[in-house]
Structures are given as C-alpha cells and as structure tokens.
C-alpha cells in the first residue's frame, strides 16, 4: 500500500491565483483530513470528511473549500491564494473519526 | 474550545538515557491522546495513542500515560537513539461524538523537538 499520497509536493502561487491540491489514499479509510502546519502554530484541522459524500468545516475554514471526490480521494482547494496561506498542507486519513491517523507527505505552498 | 498545551518545546538528552513530554488539555470530554513523531520534510507519523478508559499504554521503548483529573498526558522514551531525534507533537479530540460541529478536530501541541547526542 502507497498510504496516502499528496501531489503537488511543492508550488509557488501568485495572490488571487487558484489551485487544488490532490490527496489519495488506499488504506480504505473512512475519514479523511486537510492539516495546515504554520511555525509555532503546530497542526490545524482545515476541513474534514468523516465518510464519502459528507464535508465538515475544521478550526481554521475560510479561504478554502473542499470535495470528497469518492472513498479514496479528498481535494482542497483555494479559489483566490492570500499570503496567509502560506503554510504546508497535509492530508490524513483514518478508519474512525477521532482525527489524525496516517499522514501524507505534505505539500509546501507558498504564496507571493 | 479544546486548547493543548505541551512542554517542553526543546529536549537534548544523551543517546541512552530517558525523555519525557508532558501535555495538558483543558477540555474534560476529550478520550482520545494520539502522539505523533515528525522528521524532517515528512508528514507527522502517528506512533502511540491512548484512550481515556485507560491509564497507561507501552509499545516497545516508548510509553504513554493519561492522569484525566489532571488532564495531563505525558510520552516517555526510554533507552533514547539517535534516530529518535524530531519534533513530537501531542494531541487530543473527542472520539465518536460531535465536538463543536466539528466531529474528529484533532486538537494538536504546538510540538517539541527532541534531540538525541550520540
């Protein structure tokens, strides 16, 4: 099993453009995960799906949405990039719904 | 809302001896205190979790223990390598329930970076 997987692993955005980043998994987890890690801020949760078809909003919401494309696949993405979101992104997945679980290898976006 | 604070946020021991980072959280509801290890351009990796029906778990060298009516939750690493060098982070939600609208927020530490002297 590949685990989960993230593409981009890196990408330099201008303000205002928009991108989606990608994240799979083969575990046949039932939740999955959007992370942003900040300096000193640690770990916090974006946007999360607890089973196919269903979205939830996290601690730190706006400027993104997501989609649970189907059970391995969930994508964030940011209609109109702000510096603030210069962070890196990752994504996890678990069985249950407690949050965490296995963690992708990340994505380090930086907007300009 | 749930806030974990974790302490210290820098440990250097020597290869051999024990480390120990301790946790607290605020909200007395939460049952679940995972602990992640975190190396250098990778993804946290989760490497031992405990449930509040339980006061103590071991796997191997390292170890968790959970005191609710402090709320406090340490890791412990005995026998310290090398390639125990990272950033640890601990964390805590509520499992199974709906916690703030928002059911698995995982609320994490803002991390502690270990370091092991050969």
């Known amino acids: 099993n590949a685990g989960v997987t993230q593409t981009p692993k890196f990408q330099v955005l201008k303000t205002g453009q928009s991108m989606t980043l990608q994240c799979a998994q083969d575990m046949n987890h039932n939740s999955m995960y959007w992370y942003r890690q900040d300096p000193g801020m640690g770990l916090r949760l974006i946007y999360y799906?607890?089973?196919?078809?269903?979205?939830d909003k996290g601690e730190v919401p706006n400027g993104y949405n997501v989609s649970r494309l189907n059970k391995r696949e969930f994508s964030l993405r940011l209609e109109s990039a702000a510096p603030s979101q210069t962070s890196v992104y990752f994504c996890?997945?678990?069985?249950?719904?407690?949050?965490?679980?296995?963690f992708g290898p990340g994505t380090r976006l930086t907007v300009l | 809302g749930e806030n974990v604070e974790q302490h210290p946020s820098t440990l250097s021991v020597q290869e051999g001896d024990s480390a120990v980072i301790k946790c607290t959280y605020s909200d007395s509801a939460s049952n679940y205190f995972p602990w992640y290890k975190q190396e250098l351009g990778k993804g946290p990796q989760l490497i031992i979790d405990?449930?509040?029906?339980?006061g103590e778990k071991k796997d191997q060298r390292i170890a968790v223990t959970l005191n609710k009516t402090a709320k406090h939750f340490s890791l412990h690493i005995t026998e310290t390598q090398p390639e125990d060098s990272a950033v640890y982070f601990c964390?805590?939600?509520?499992?199974?329930?709906?916690?703030?609208?928002?059911?698995?927020?995982?609320?994490f530490g803002k991390g502690t970076k270990l370091s092991v002297k050969p």
């Open positions: 964390a805590a939600s509520l499992s199974g329930v709906n916690y703030g609208g928002s059911q698995g927020n995982l609320i």
């Open positions: 405990i449930r509040s029906n339980v």
């Open positions: 996890a997945s678990s069985f249950g719904t407690s949050g965490g679980g296995l």
């Open positions: 799906s607890a089973s196919e078809g269903t979205t």
